[in-house]
Structure formats: C-alpha cells, structure tokens
C-alpha cells in the first residue's frame, strides 16, 4: 500500500495532526508565516526536522483552484495561502487537513479527500516529545537542547490513549 500523503493547513501545526510524522508529509510556504506564536513556530520546524516538506504548488493547479473558486463563490472567502494549499493537494493527489469549511467545499469540488484535525473517530493523534539524554526529563515543546541540564534531547512520539 502507497504511504499515505497530506498537505497540512496552519492548525496542524497548532492543535495536532490525525495522521503520523512518518506519512508524507507537505505544506506550502505562507503557512508558516501564519504561525505567531513562537512554539507553533519551533513546531513546525521540528515536523521539517522529521521530513515535512515545503513547496509552493505548479501555477497551472493553482489556475485551475483561482478559476474554479470563482464559479463557486468560495474565491472571496479563501486565502493566497488556502488556495495554494488546495493546489498542492490536487497536484500531489494528496488528503487535505484542514478545519476550514471553504477550503472543505473546494477540495469536494475536486474529489480531494480531507480530514479535520478535530475529526472524531481518528485513531492516531500525533503528539511529540523530546526526552533529555542527560536528565532524562520529558518535554513536551521542542527545544534544541535540555533547558534544566542542557544535554541533547532525543525525539519520540507518544501515542494518545484509545
Ligand atoms: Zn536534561
């Protein structure tokens, strides 16, 4: 079976991700720019560390989402970044996460298939935390390096309970 693919919205990096760091993963560049706060930043960067890409979607997909969110009326309410999100599912064939309702009704348009970060009945919620080597503490927001001992954190994801 293929690994599954997915192109991330902003929550994902914010509340969670039904799916695992180990499928492959995709974002576009502006979602990072919505991120303001600085863990959801360090987030993000740590998804990179474990193979998130960034890319920003062929002109001719996001021609083809500007073109069609107009018929549909959605092209008001979405982003430059919603629409490149889309864009990049299309051209990836890939499952969206997203929580956005427009972004949901225009992937339908396309046959793209998405899951909400709150969806219910996910089996498998993604939450990381680093273990001190040194101290062995737990933490549950990247940091580069312990900050009670300062020695190198190794990363494991930790499975919430069914
Ligand atoms: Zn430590």
Redesign the pocket.
């Known amino acids: 079976m293929a690994i599954p693919i997915y192109v991330l919205d902003t929550p994902a990096f914010i509340v969670g991700i039904p799916c695992s760091l180990t499928d492959k993963l995709y974002t576009v560049p502006g979602v990072f720019l919505e991120l303001s706060r600085k863990a959801d930043k360090e987030r993000f960067e740590y998804f990179q560390n474990a193979g998130l890409k960034v890319q920003s979607p062929a002109s001719k997909y996001l021609e083809e989402i500007e073109l069609k969110a107009k018929t549909t009326g959605d092209s008001e309410r979405l982003s430059e970044v919603d629409k490149s999100l889309i864009a990049l599912a299309l051209e990836l064939n890939a499952v969206l996460i997203t929580d956005d309702y427009s972004i949901q009704n225009l992937a339908e348009e396309f046959g793209i298939s998405y899951r909400t970060v709150s969806e219910k009945g996910i089996t498998e919620i993604i939450h990381w935390e680093l273990k001190?080597?040194?101290?062995?503490?737990i933490w549950n927001e990247p940091h580069q390096?312990?900050?009670?001992?300062?020695?190198a954190?190794k990363s494991s994801r930790k499975k919430s309970d069914k």
């Open positions: 001190c080597k040194g101290c062995a503490r390096t312990c900050p009670v001992c300062g020695s954190l």
